[in-house]
């Protein structure tokens, strides 16, 4: 009898390291703002290709709201990478925040992938309280357009834009109360405004919306990007693998970005670096 006691113990503790491993999270790595800082100007083909090279998975990008939008669509896809994120800037201004009108259009051409919108309002003071009529009605226009194409649309907090702070970004997403609309963590963004490594309550909380995540190589207490809080993932003090650790841990399963906004010089030698970081995290 107690042979079989100690048989069943082993066969339970197995099955649960077999769903532990079954569990384990490998998110896709994807770069954000590449196009905006490499030294070199490389064309979307040439992006695709060296992203290609390096191991990445995806990229993302300003929203391209004109014909380009379609065309870098199938430069990525025929790279077999995926653009996962997009950002729209959102600016208030005498009737509030409204749609551009080519939104519509751009939303329908990303149907089916694997994209979240990140909207960055802007135009008031960061938490002023006469945005929200109008923010929370174009979220919810955005987010119905984005539910018949089955892609998201999140709030991003951005240095001092009205969304300034990831809790403001937060109450404003609840306000908006729409299935298709989340929010963002963006490590830089939180550090420039927070100053802490303070997230872990916030995103536990509201994991179900987290739509997006994009992480970088920190060191804690400074104020600019360049040198600062915007490096590739093996410089500054920020624990990111402790980070990613977390985002497993509490059930948040899309891509990670890496952001390259701000960082000098041609990309491939720090998009190489951070790769070789992010692998030896698997």
Known sequence: MIQIRKLCLALALLAINVQ?????WTPKLYTYCMDMADARKRTVPEQAQ?????????????LWLDA??????????DAGLQVFMF??????????????????????????????LCTLLSGLK?????????????????????????????VYHHLND??????????????????AVGFNFNLYHWLRVTGTEEYKTLLKEN????????ICGAQVGTKTWTNGLIQPLD??????????????????????????????????????RSMKVWKSWQ
């Open 68 to 77: 380009k939008c379609e065309q870098n669509l199938k430069i990525f896809d």
């Open 50 to 62: 060296l992203l290609k090279e390096l191991g990445f998975d995806g990229a993302g990008f300003g």
């Open 235 to 272: 410089q500054g003090d920020f624990d990111n693998r402790k980070l990613v650790d977390y985002l497993n841990e509490i059930g948040y399963r899309g891509p990670v970005g890496l952001m390259c906004f701000g960082i000098p010089g041609d990309a491939r030698p720090h998009l190489e």
């Open 126 to 154: 960061p938490g002023d309280p006469k945005g929200m009529d109008s923010a929370v009605k174009l979220l919810r226009e955005m987010g119905d357009l984005a539910q018949a194409s089955g892609i998201r649309i999140s």
């Open 20 to 24: 532990a491993a079954t569990e384990h």
């Open 162 to 179: 009205w969304t300034e702070t990831l809790p403001f970004a937060i109450e404003v997403m609840k306000q908006v109360n729409h299935p």
């Open 87 to 116: 950002h729209t800037f959102i600016k208030y201004g005498t009737n509030g925040f409204t749609l551009d009108p080519r939104m519509p259009d751009t939303i329908r051409k990303l149907k089916g992938r694997p994209v979240t």
């Open 207 to 214: 994991a179900a919306k987290l739509f997006g995540v994009v």
